[in-house]
């Protein structure tokens, strides 16, 4: 691939603009469309120096690449919308989908021309060397990890299965916010009994880290919560597929629905505030 080759990123929100910033960094133009974005899109766009187009057709007839990062519940439909263009270059999914999703998107994208690759996300925004890597597998990796060669993303081909990458995202992320969604959950159900000083007292003795966790569980996670539930639903997909119990994925996937109001908010609550918000949501 020819570096000079612009990349079309959709949608640059908090991970997507670091991922375009390590683009830049090594010489790649990168676009997105400004199309039913919102006002935090256009500043960080604007901010990080991408190439703003007022049409998705405009921008990826001067792509070679296609890179969508959105919230799960986004990804299809933006193939959908990508591929409507006859879109024939490279679209690399780097959304948190399950496997069979990741299959639906590339069959979307396939037909229209274009070569999928399967991509996983997994660490914060792209802002130190070290921190994030882009789990890749399918064809044309080598095509994504040349591309990514400066900046603070690490680009890592795990080979195996078309959605390879998509299925270790799954893995992960089910440990990582399904147990921050339990942990969640049993503080707003102690809360709700009336015994919370009476568990952190206990936590104090047996699980000393715990209440700490929890604190912390809150305040990172409350205005990202909204995307978790759809990453949520996708695990849940994923393990039905395997034949294995997926209710607690759904179950996580309604904690984090009664968080949604937290979404753009910019100071982080405190832990009782999430508590009381789960618990009156839920009693809505």
Not at 28 to 38: A, F, H, L, Q
Not at 83 to 102: K, R, W
Request: net charge negative; with cysteine; charged share 20%.
């Amino acid at each position: 691939m020819n570096m000079a080759d612009q990349i079309a990123l959709l949608h640059p929100g908090e991970m997507g603009v670091t991922i375009g910033a390590c683009l830049l960094a090594g010489g790649v133009g990168v676009g997105w469309t400004s199309i039913e974005r919102s006002e935090a899109t256009h500043r960080r766009a604007s901010a990080a120096g991408f190439k703003t187009y007022d049409t998705l057709e405009k921008l990826l007839t001067e792509s070679a690449v296609v890179v969508s990062v959105c919230p799960p519940a986004a990804a299809v439909n933006t193939a959908k919308e990508v591929a409507a263009t006859q879109f024939n270059g490279i679209y690399l999914d780097a959304n948190a989908i399950s496997p069979n999703t990741a299959i639906a998107i590339s069959e979307v994208v396939e037909a229209a021309g274009a070569s999928y690759v399967d991509g996983g996300i997994i660490g914060p925004p792209a802002l130190r060397q070290g921190t994030t890597r882009l789990y890749l597998s399918g064809a044309r990796v080598s095509n994504i990890i040349e591309l990514f060669n400066y900046g603070a993303l690490e680009a890592i081909d795990i080979g195996g299965s078309q959605t390879a990458a998509s299925a270790l995202k799954m893995c992960y992320a089910a440990w990582s916010k399904g147990s921050a969604a339990l942990l969640l959950s049993v503080g707003a159900l102690a809360k709700a009994a009336n015994v919370t000083d009476a568990l952190h007292d206990e936590w104090a003795l047996s699980i000393p880290d715990l209440s700490s966790r929890l604190q912390r569980t809150a305040q990172r996670n409350a205005a990202k919560a909204w995307r978790f539930e759809g990453e949520m639903h996708e695990i849940a997909a994923m393990s039905k597929a395997h034949s294995l119990p997926h209710d607690f994925f759904s179950a996580a996937a309604e904690t984090y629905a009664l968080l949604s109001s937290y979404k753009g908010v910019d100071v982080p609550p405190e832990l009782d505030e999430v508590l009381r918000t789960m618990l009156d949501s839920r009693e809505n």
